[in-house]
């Protein structure tokens, strides 16, 4: 689980909340306590139409929360930037992942200092910027074009040293997608299995979630667990939320589900060796 800390003024659910840092500290340790695996800071807003804001902004209102978490949490602190900077001065104060939302098309740096760090990096997928990405959701095939942009920053990382298994993949859930694609590429998510990396997905409380529930972003956590729990289930083991708690929870249980579906099959193979022979002749 990695738990989700905004120090926005504008991210589409908790935009503010966590601005002062006594309040992000807080929420950082409540994360923590409800079984977060990892922490994700981002002190930029990538929602749709956010504007970009400047690299000292950023700091300001990451670095002070990033120091008051030394020595208070033992899990990895992820950072959602991406600037090559801002990942510089996060990495020097103790983070150790970099989550670009750009898959490195922003700023192809940040491969070098990711490198250089032996960091873990997030590639997610997303075409443009905030302003301009849901301009740009055309795609004769929606997972074959996602996981061929995805292997393309894979590429990148790896012409600047990052090994493959420093790397993660992230398909966008939200990014450069409509509602339906999103659907789509939960639906179809196994296929990224063979780009080889691990899968992260972040449906939490966002707008596909709401065309379905047709609710507000506040009354979507039955929504968002639905949907990590369909990803769990076709690969997903990176889960991006708000609500680590519920999350958890509902994945352990779909876990043991899956273990126990294995465990049947595995009887049934042992009782009758020649099942599998049978069916395949029957069909």
């Not at 983070?95 to 192809?108: E, Y």
């Not at 667990?225 to 990803?231: Q, T």
Request: proline content about 5%; some cysteine; aromatic content about 4%.
């Amino acid at each position: 689980m990695m738990g989700i800390l905004n120090l926005t003024p504008d991210s589409f659910y908790d935009g503010g909340r966590f601005l002062n840092p006594d309040r992000a500290l807080e929420q950082a340790l409540r994360l923590v306590q409800d079984g977060a695996d990892l922490l994700d800071i981002g002190a930029e807003s990538t929602r749709p139409s956010a504007h970009q804001v400047s690299e000292a902004e950023e700091l300001d209102r990451l670095l002070p929360v990033l120091r008051g978490l030394k020595g208070q949490v033992q899990i990895p602190i992820s950072i959602d930037t991406t600037k090559a900077a801002v990942a510089h001065q996060a990495l020097e104060n103790g983070a150790h992942i970099i989550n670009d939302v750009s898959g490195l098309h922003a700023d192809p740096r940040l491969a070098e200092l990711v490198a250089a760090y032996g960091a873990g990096l997030v590639l997610m997928h997303r075409r443009g910027t905030p302003e301009t990405m849901q301009f740009m959701t055309h795609y004769d095939d929606l997972m074959e074009e996602v996981g061929r942009e995805l292997s393309e920053s894979i590429r990148i990382a790896e012409s600047k040293g990052v090994s493959p298994e420093q790397c993660v993949i992230d398909p966008g859930l939200g990014f450069s997608k409509t509602a339906e694609q999103n659907l789509e590429i939960l639906e179809r998510l196994g296929e990224l299995k063979r780009r080889g990396r691990p899968i992260l997905v972040g449906p939490s409380r966002k707008s596909f979630i709401g065309a379905v529930t047709k609710q507000a972003p506040d009354k979507r956590l039955f929504g968002t667990v639905a949907a990590a729990v369909l990803a769990f289930e076709r690969g997903a083991r990176i889960f991006r939320i708000h609500d680590v708690w519920a999350t958890k929870e509902a994945i352990l249980v779909a876990e043991a589900v899956l273990q126990s579906r294995l465990s049947l099959r595995g009887a049934e193979r042992r009782s009758n060796p020649n099942s599998e022979i049978a069916s395949l002749r029957s069909q």
